[in-house]
């Protein structure tokens, strides 16, 4: 079992940046590839990016291609993304999960205009 908190959203205007973490508490949580996805209103859950275990390798959606990057600390048990040039389609729910399997209770982000 794997314990998700997400931390790090709130407002900001479009342009600006944010940095979410996710927490992992419970059982190893290097033996995890991470992702996080976002959830808007009305709309469907959808995947944001994603990375392997080790940290070597990364994914992301089209959308945030460029402007969004994922890390992990396996030290501090933590994956973060990074987001910059935010814009007012990025406002959502973001959520961090541990292969997909565990999910944390989501952190809002909103980009006003």
């Known amino acids: 079992q794997v314990q998700l908190v997400e931390s790090g959203g709130g407002l900001v205007q479009a342009g600006g940046s944010l940095r979410l973490s996710c927490a992992a508490s419970?059982?190893?949580?290097?033996?995890?590839?991470m992702d996080w996805f976002r959830q808007a209103p009305g709309a469907e859950r959808q995947f944001v990016a994603a990375i392997n275990w080790s940290g070597s390798s990364t994914y992301y959606a089209d959308s945030v291609k460029g402007r969004f990057t994922i890390s992990r600390d396996n030290a501090k048990n933590t994956v973060y993304l990074q987001m910059n040039s935010l814009k007012p389609e990025d406002t959502a729910v973001y959520y961090c999960?541990?292969?997909?399997?565990?999910w944390g209770q989501g952190t809002q982000v909103t980009v006003s205009s």
């Open positions: 419970g059982r190893a949580f290097s033996n995890y590839a």
């Open positions: 999960s541990a292969d997909r399997r565990y």
